[in-house]
């Protein structure tokens, strides 16, 4: 099934130690540009509701987040994506910290990060996995940050595909509610809607407790923001998680290759034809 249910999410953060193993370089920072709190508004019409957003709170999380995807497509954006699990044992306390970054110029240029880090007993957060990607008219490249770090390529994805699709599980996974609240506010003049909501929908494999969850939307369906916290348990494990989701439009931006694409495919270069398609006009 295409949407993964919240238990899968959370069975990758709190499983056993990573076999990545990473070098002294750091992670590429992305600082989330602070987003302004929107104000309650008493207007009431709702024919402007999100895709998937009803006024009584019943939510179609899979419609909403297609529409989130469809909004989004062709556009240029930042998106920071963060997950906090801190799991407690009669033994011992594990921070799993999961960060996805992006920044999306357009449908065949953008960059993408992941990055994991762990910590036992309240100790320093080191990072296990850091995997670095960049995607053109032409192919999709990673790196993972290993000792010796190691580089492949992929058949090109679109924007869409790739960052899409992920930001469509996730909507998908914490808006998976009942009983939302749902109310119209305004962010610089623009209506928008808050959906609030605290009873988890999805059964799992573990007890979901004091689940939380508040998203911004506009009424085209892009998900501004998530914030979401709740706790699992199951047997004598307990897992306390914090979550955001930002999503932030941007005007222009430029991704620049990566030096470590270069180094390793060399630089763009034209094909001899110009009978080419556009597509083709930069090699790897």
């Known amino acids: 099934m295409y949407w993964r249910t919240l ?84 033994n011992a306390t594990r921070q799993t910290v999961i960060d996805h970054r992006a920044t999306v110029k357009n449908e065949t240029r953008y960059a993408y990060w992941i990055s994991r880090q762990r910590a036992t007993n309240g100790g320093s957060l080191n990072e296990t996995t850091n995997v670095s990607e960049f995607g053109n008219a032409v192919a999709r490249y990673e790196r993972y940050a290993f000792e010796d770090p190691v580089f492949l390529e992929h058949r090109q994805r679109n924007a869409s595909q790739r960052v899409g699709r992920k930001m469509a599980t996730q909507i998908a996974e914490y808006l998976a509610v009942e009983n939302a609240t749902v109310t119209p506010v305004l962010l ?28 911004i939307v506009t009424t085209e369906g892009l998900v501004r923001r998530i914030d979401a916290s709740y706790t699992i348990s199951r047997d004598d494990t307990r897992v306390v998680v914090d979550y955001r989701f930002e999503y932030t439009p941007v005007e222009s931006m430029t991704v620049e290759r990566p030096d470590w694409v270069t180094g390793e495919w060399g630089p763009p270069r034209r094909l001899a034809s110009d009978s080419m398609s556009s597509r083709y006009l930069l090699a790897r």
């Open 188 to 215: 610089n003049g623009k209506r928008l809607y808050r959906i609030t909501a605290s009873e988890y929908a999805l059964e799992t494999a573990w007890s979901v407790e004091e689940y939380s969850v508040t998203a």
């Open 7 to 90: 238990l899968v999410a959370l069975l990758v953060v709190t499983a056993g130690c990573s076999a990545f193993s990473v070098s002294d370089e750091p992670t590429p920072t992305v600082t989330p540009a602070p987003i302004a709190e929107p104000t309650e508004t008493t207007e009431t019409e709702t024919s402007t509701l999100p895709p998937g957003v009803t006024a009584d709170g019943d939510l179609d999380r899979e419609r909403l987040a297609r529409a989130h995807v469809d909004a989004s497509e062709g556009s240029t954006y930042r998106w920071f994506d963060h997950h906090d699990g801190r799991r407690h044992t009669d």
